[in-house]
Nanobody, 121 residues
Framework: QVQLVESGGGLVQPGGSLRLSCAASGSIFSWNAMAWYRQTPGKERDLVAAITTGGSTEYADSVKGRFTISRDNAKITVYLQMNDLKPDDTAVYYC???????????????WGQGTQVTVSS
């Protein structure tokens, strides 16, 4: 079992920036990637960005050029730097540990508690 703890959400004005953090612990050797998802009420949880243990990354089209995912392997922590935030980025953001098989990210069963990001003037 993997434990994931997110932090860093909050209220920000359009065009602003936030950095989310996700600290992992537990059975970390059962997965080869970590990812950020987001969810708004009544909608599915969508992949925002993912990163492998080797540093390869994937982004949703809606955040390319604005968001950057990174990881600190020593701290077993993944970050999501979010710049030029837009009202449509408002959501609860969740961290996940999973696996890439070929080029597809498969989320694991462990999720963090989520952190709210609100973009509003």
């Amino acid at each position: 079992q993997v434990q994931l703890v997110e932090s860093g959400g909050g209220l920000v004005q359009p065009g602003g920036s936030l950095r989310l953090s996700c600290a992992a612990s537990g059975s970390i050797f059962s997965w080869n990637a970590m990812a950020w998802y987001r969810q708004t009420p009544g909608k599915e949880r969508d992949l925002v960005a993912a990163i492998t243990t080797g540093g390869s990354t994937e982004y949703a089209d809606s955040v390319k050029g604005r968001f950057t995912i990174s990881r600190d392997n020593a701290k077993i922590t993944v970050y999501l730097q979010m710049n030029d935030l837009k009202p449509d980025d408002t959501a609860v953001y969740y961290c996940n540990a999973g696996n890439y098989r070929n080029i597809v990210y498969y989320p694991g069963s462990s999720w963090g508690q989520g952190t709210q990001v609100t973009v509003s003037s």
